[in-house]
């Protein structure tokens, strides 16, 4: 056995896979953990767990930030690595290949994107592979409607090259193309199937909301589960179900049972967050949703918005623009049983959909240095981006919490590893720790982590996270971002 570079000296370490739960030490070696232990032998770098848990980084399927910054609060939040799987990127390799040349603090990767792919095939959309580019067409009608079949097949021609590069899956924004053709989704099922590569469905409509739409998103998803036999992940069933959680977690409940591959995940927040120039922020539509205007607050002024007069404006002006959608009361009890019930749906993983930061144009309206720490005061995000983690343990996991430690470190590391290890085998290291898995470690204080991120301040980084590290590298030690430390390697799937 090599020498160790680092060890984590005395903390609880808890293994979601194995079930160990025990005080130890953990030994590093390069990027790899190599012992646990009992008073191990003495390395160059010890870093002091007494009184605190030590388990695997929590692996976020659900991330739409891919910038150092932003990254930067995922990582003081517990997350090791953070993958753009829901929108997806096109081509995933310019993708790739941009997260590297800049670096980041923690493990990156992307899906291929249906909505990218079918805005080249539909509307002409130039792909540069960055999610900007869909929110900077996110309102343009024709990438909504059904399309030709020869629009189907560039689409899906995309969508397999991209698989064949190594995208981890298929990321499908339906919810924002209500007028496009089930059956086209189940082509893109078929695809996906056919490379053995999972997909992660921002679902259509429901039934409930639009009774005239062209199949209920719910019955859409564990349908192209069942006739293709491809992984359908549904992402954040908290906010695309809303109030008709418990009749969609049922149905995909039954659909499992019956053997169809369907997966959930959700975040611990009662508000969403798109841009604004979404179909279904439509003035006329809201009302499918329980939402008015003032629902709405635009981010990049902060504006609660007054009428449908000005949402028709900004949706003009600035369609990529991010807007807070409040749909459940977080103070309210009824609201907040009903989000728990999607958290602890068995086997539902944590995941944060946290957002790009958005530059206020109360401020300068400009992005400093990219590599500025902490996050300029003039950054706006969602809460979710900095405290989904902190917040979930503090929900599932804190006193009188429904799950309990263990099980909650589950759905935010080993869960989402398994999700993605048959087509990307090198998730078979991440989300444990055990001798031979990666390093990607979170060290946090169970009586202290908390969410400090809220609606009116974003971007406050959580608590109670002591020490992250990236493949053997510290990126929080001590409770801070180390700055220089850019360690983050991508995760990617075998090119075919």
């Known amino acids: ?33 190599i012992d646990i232990g009992n008073e191990l032998a003495p390395a160059p770098v010890e870093l002091d767990a007494a009184g605190h848990v030590v388990t695997a980084g929590f692996i976020d399927l659900h991330s739409h930030v891919n910038g ?3 990254l930067r609060l995922q990582a003081m939040d517990g997350v090791t690595t953070a993958l753009e799987l829901e929108a997806g990127v096109t081509p995933v390799d310019a993708a790739y290949r941009q997260a590297a040349a800049e670096g980041r603090p923690v493990n990156f990767g992307f899906a291929t994107s249906w909505a990218l792919a079918r805005l080249e095939a539909v509307a002409g959309v130039k792909l540069d592979g960055r999610l900007s580019t869909f929110l900077d067409n996110i309102a343009r009608p024709e990438w909504q409607r059904s399309a030709t079949p020869a629009q189907v097949g560039a689409v899906l021609d995309r969508l397999a090259a991209d698989l064949a590069d190594g995208a981890i899956g298929i990321g499908v924004l339906i919810g924002y193309a209500p007028g496009s053709d089930p059956a086209e989704y189940l082509q893109m099922a078929g695809v996906a199937a056919a490379a053995g590569a999972p997909t992660f469905t921002h679902a259509r ?58 997966s959930t995940e959700a975040y611990p927040y ?40 000005r949402l028709r404006e900004l949706r003009a002006t600035d369609p990529g623009g991010l807007v807070i959608i409040k749909q459940l009361d977080e103070d309210d009890p009824a609201d907040r049983e009903l989000l728990l019930r999607s958290l602890i749906f068995p086997d539902a993983i944590v995941a944060s959909d946290a957002m790009p930061l958005t530059w206020s144009k109360a401020g300068s309206g400009a992005a400093p240095d990219p590599m500025a720490w902490p996050v300029s005061a003039d950054a706006v995000t969602h809460p979710r981006t900095a405290g989904t983690f902190s917040r979930s343990l503090r929900m599932l996991a804190g006193p009188g919490g429904p799950l309990g430690l263990t099980e909650t470190l589950r759905r935010c590391s080993l869960l989402p590893a398994r999700l993605l290890q048959d087509r990307v085998p090198a998730m078979r290291a991440k989300g444990r720790l055990q001798p031979g898995s990666d390093a990607d470690l979170v060290v946090f204080d169970p009586a202290a982590v908390s969410d400090q991120a809220t609606y009116a301040v974003s971007t406050r980084p959580s608590t109670g996270m002591k020490h992250v590290l990236v493949n053997g590298t510290p990126v929080v030690r001590d409770g801070a971002i180390v700055t220089a430390a850019l360690p983050g390697r991508p995760v990617r799937a075998a090119p075919r």
């Open 205 to 262: 409509d429901l039934i409930e909301m639009v009774p005239g739409t062209a199949i209920d998103g719910a019955e859409e998803i564990v349908r192209a589960a069942a006739e293709t036999g491809a992984q359908m992940h549904y992402c954040h069933v908290n906010s695309t179900s809303n109030r008709y959680a418990d009749r969609v977690l049922d149905l995909v409940a039954r659909a499992q049972q019956a053997g169809a591959r369907v």
């Open 68 to 70: 150092v910054a932003g």
């Open 270 to 309: 009662g508000s969403g967050m798109t841009g604004i120039g979404a179909a279904f922020l439509a003035p006329e539509r809201l009302a499918e949703r329980g939402l008015t205007p003032q629902s709405l607050t635009f981010a990049p002024t902060g504006e609660r918005i007054a009428n449908a007069g």
């Open 1 to 33: 056995m090599s020498m160790p570079d680092l060890i984590v000296r005395g903390g609880r370490v808890i293994d979601p896979e194995s079930g160990r739960d025990e005080i130890a030490d953990v030994a590093v070696s390069g990027d790899r953990v």
